[in-house]
């Protein structure tokens, strides 16, 4: 299994994570009953999936390597529940230009111009340093105004 954190700017490894997204949703049922009892890609759902990390993890545990899974699957959690809600929304790479800003992580990008790349890649590193909740859902809200 190829995890996000083993992408290396790889566009191979990036189509290959993103084609396996299908068989790696299911692992969300390693997580605690009532946490993924409320995993149905809503808004609320972001709310419940963020409070989970912020009160497991910290900025150090997302980073580590031994917690590369769990990263893995909040990321693609994360992602996929903005593209349910904004049918617009796609997964992008870039693969080439190393000096980019989203060079070798997986990103959020629509057709329209002047909208930002999301990135939940970058996003569940960040969750434990955020106070509150609601981060999540504050960007999904941007991305459906966009």
Known sequence: MITVSDLNGKEDNYTW????MPDEMPRLGILPREIREH????????????KYIVSNYTVEDLKD?????????FVRYIGETFRKNVP?????????NAKDAYYGIPVLMTLAEGVPPMTPTLWVTELP??????FLRSRLKLAKAA
């Open 17 to 20: 994570w993103l084609n396996i």
């Open 39 to 50: 995993l149905d890609y809503s808004l609320d759902s972001l709310d419940v999936i963020e």
């Open 65 to 73: 390597r031994r917690n590369k899974f769990a990263r893995d699957l």
């Open 88 to 96: 617009e929304l796609f997964w992008s790479f870039e693969a080439e």
């Open 129 to 134: 340093g955020q106070k509150g909740i609601g």
